[in-house]
């Protein structure tokens, strides 16, 4: 089975920047979607970015989209998610998942999510 272990949170002030990383180890991933999601205190886990097997599609809630960037690199087995302009809404803790169904080049797992991170905490400061 595979593990995934995010990593690069931490506090930043209001328009900075940070980069996360998911590190997926026990099996390779390069075969399936990955995707990154979110929990704020008090709040269900929202969907935040995916990326397709070959990172040819990515898809973004549109509260990130032109923030956040979703990418890739099959052959270090991990996923990353560059996040910019960050917003005190944004304060939450990440979690990045891998969806094991086919879908190609699309980025439809949105309910298909199989193994998860542990997460790492974003916090973002007015």
Same mark, same amino acid.
């Given at each position: 089975?595979?593990?995934?272990?995010?990593?690069?949170?931490?506090?930043?002030?209001?328009? %900075?920047?940070?980069?996360?990383?998911?590190?997926?180890?026990?099996?390779?991933?390069?075969? =399936?979607?990955?995707?990154?999601?979110?929990?704020?205190?008090?709040?269900?886990?929202?969907?935040?970015?995916?990326?397709?097997? %070959?990172?040819?599609?990515?898809? =973004?809630?549109?509260?990130?989209?032109?923030?956040?960037?979703?990418?890739?690199?099959?052959?270090?087995?991990?996923?990353?998610?560059?996040?910019?302009?960050?917003?005190?809404?944004?304060?939450?803790? =990440? =979690?990045?998942?891998?969806?094991?169904?086919?879908?190609?080049?699309?980025?439809?797992?949105?309910?298909?999510?199989?193994?998860? %991170?542990?997460?790492?905490?974003?916090?973002?400061?007015?």
């Amino acid at each position: 089975q595979v593990q995934l272990v995010e990593s690069g949170g931490g506090l930043v002030q209001a328009g %900075g920047s940070l980069r996360l990383s998911c590190a997926a180890s026990g099996r390779t991933i390069s075969s =399936y979607v990955m995707g990154w999601f979110r929990q704020a205190p008090g709040k269900e886990r929202e969907f935040v970015s995916a990326i397709s097997r %070959g990172a040819r599609s990515t898809a =973004y809630v549109d509260s990130v989209k032109g923030r956040f960037t979703i990418s890739r690199d099959n052959a270090k087995n991990t996923v990353y998610l560059q996040m910019n302009n960050l917003k005190p809404e944004d304060t939450a803790v =990440y =979690y990045c998942a891998v969806c094991y169904i086919f879908v190609g080049e699309s980025t439809n797992c949105r309910s298909s999510y199989d193994y998860w %991170g542990q997460g790492t905490q974003v916090t973002v400061s007015s």
